[in-house]
């Protein structure tokens, strides 16, 4: 039997990519195997903190391992917005929100639409014990939207070293690449040590 482990989100296509890196050697669950869990609202100042208390306070109310990630655009045109708040940049749907952003950077520079696409990673074990990570995507934001694979702002980010969007990766591809696959990575040997499992089939 699978050792089970929980990766608090509700978003479906960040689900996908856990379940696309781990789910050879570990039973992923998410918040949509858990209904009745009401989350915390996500007010912290940083990626870091915002991904620890989400993780300890999934595994504390569950009484499983967590693995939680808050993840965003930073654009240094905008002064780091949208940052945290990149999944609150604006009310409705992600096309809503990378287009809104698109309007803000009309008149930006094509050489000064630098971008990173920012992931901090946290393991809290039932014990309460903690380990975090983070990983980055460096790029910029194109002027046209491209691609229909991914989600959030990936049809708008153009990683350094591709010529199109990330929205137009495969998911093998994106994950080799993209800043949740990098702080993954980073992860793997936490993973590793914690459910005693060699996940080397699955480093990126």
Do not use: W
Request: one cysteine or more.
């Amino acid at each position: 039997m699978k050792p089970k482990l929980i990766i608090a989100t509700g978003n479906a296509g960040k689900a996908k990519e856990f379940r696309a890196l781990l789910g050879q050697e570990i039973e992923v669950l998410t918040l949509a195997d858990f209904p009745k869990i009401v989350m915390p609202p996500e007010d912290a100042e940083t990626f870091s903190e915002n991904a620890l208390a989400k993780a300890k306070f999934v595994a504390e109310t569950v009484g499983l391992p967590t693995l939680a990630d808050d993840s965003g655009l930073v654009v240094d045109a905008l002064d780091g917005a949208p940052g945290v708040r990149s999944a609150r940049y604006v009310e409705g749907t992600d096309q809503d929100r990378y287009l809104a952003l698109l309007d803000a950077m009309k008149d930006v520079a094509k050489d000064r639409r630098s971008a990173r696409f920012v992931c901090a990673m946290a393991f809290v074990a039932i014990d309460g014990t903690s380990k975090s990570v983070e990983g980055t995507c460096e790029g910029h934001i194109v002027e046209t939207p491209e691609g229909k694979n991914g989600f959030g702002y990936d049809p708008i980010f153009r990683p350094e070293g591709r010529d199109s969007t990330m929205a137009t990766l495969t998911m093998d591809q994106k994950s080799s690449i993209s800043h949740r696959g990098n702080a993954t990575k980073k992860m793997l040997d936490v993973l590793e040590t914690h459910f005693s499992l060699e996940l080397g089939l699955r480093k990126l």
